[in-house]
């Protein structure tokens, strides 16, 4: 038997939008940054089996903190990685796969990307092994994983991961050691997916320029946290988010994850910052969950936005 966990990442530059000329899949079309969430991890066990193609096993049997109810929808993406790992090995036996979150899903964490990149190192620990060859590099996995999911790609790299058109890597930022928190707004599932999101954003009038904007804004957030600005990371992370989210709303047809609950906790985030001087840096996925990322020195101020 093998098994492996990974985290899950905030990204503060996002991924949006793919190349869509590229043979590859889920090349995006320009660099991303991101955070890991070490307390939200995805777990994978896998075993051989003697059936005639692989077997996805739902667990019901966890404990009341472990999530394990996959979609009809979800099990086939799972079966279908499991596959392409299998064929770009060359390994020709069946496993049988269970996988777990310590977090359920709808709450504004993507646990795709944590599900696939434990997936991918599972998968490849156990055909490895039976093989008798030598595990693959991180960066080799990371590239492996994005096939599946390409926000999974940074989730091999901790805690700061850059990932550009053609790699994810670690990237070295002297802040370490964030508080991460995560304000659940919605429990209710997301009507468009971000996978629906990256074709839909390639509707919209501000998407022509999106890339150069991303890209500017990936040099400007590392020089800023290089540079220990903590205010001018704060400032190019909500730029960022929004940017995302306009895109979104000028989509033809326009979606919405921002809720009148999250708007208000925007509000209250940007007011701290003016009273403050200091406060977190705060951004938003494809959903109406509101990530807060806090310095280890600021863990007096992290009561203040209910975080879980
Ligand atoms: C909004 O990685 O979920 O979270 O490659 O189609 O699986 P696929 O998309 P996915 O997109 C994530 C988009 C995002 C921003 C980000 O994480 O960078």
Not at 176 to 205: C, E, G
Request: glycine letters at 2%.
């Amino acid at each position: 038997m093998w098994k492996a966990n990974a985290p899950a990442n905030i990204a503060l530059i996002k991924y949006m939008g793919k190349n869509e000329t590229c043979n590859k899949k889920n090349i995006p079309l320009n660099t991303s940054i991101s955070y890991i969430l070490p307390k939200y991890l995805s777990f994978v066990e896998v075993s051989l089996y003697e059936g005639d193609s692989d077997l996805f096993v739902n667990n019901s049997q966890l404990s009341t903190t472990l999530y394990s109810n996959f979609s009809n929808n979800e099990i086939s993406r799972f079966l279908q990685h499991a596959q392409f790992l299998k064929e770009h090995f060359e390994f020709e036996k069946n496993f049988s796969i269970k996988s777990w979150n310590n977090f359920p899903t709808g709450i504004g964490i993507a646990s795709s990307a944590s599900s696939f990149a434990a997936l991918t190192k599972t998968i490849v620990a156990a055909i490895v092994d039976l093989k008798n060859e030598p595990y693959p590099s991180n960066e080799y996995l990371s590239q492996l994983s994005r096939v599946a999911s390409g926000s999974s790609c940074r989730s091999f790299f901790q805690p700061w991961s850059i990932w550009t058109p053609d790699k994810a890597e670690k990237l070295d930022i002297p802040i370490k050691d964030l508080i991460t928190s995560v304000i659940i707004i919605d429990k209710t599932q997301k009507k468009i997916s971000s996978s629906q999101a990256h074709k839909l954003v390639r509707t919209s009038l501000l998407f022509e320029n999106r890339p150069q904007r991303a890209n500017f804004r990936a040099i400007q957030l590392i020089d800023a946290l290089k540079n220990s600005n903590w205010q001018a990371a704060y400032k190019i992370a909500w730029q960022e988010f929004m940017d995302m989210h306009a895109l979104f709303h000028t989509s033809d047809s326009p979606f919405f994850y921002i809720t009148p609950k999250s708007w208000q906790i925007l509000s209250e985030v940007q007011k701290f910052w003016e009273d403050n001087n200091d406060g977190p840096i705060i951004t938003m996925d494809a959903g109406p969950a509101i990530h807060l990322l806090w310095r280890s020195d600021q863990s007096q101020l992290l009561t203040k936005f209910n975080p879980t």
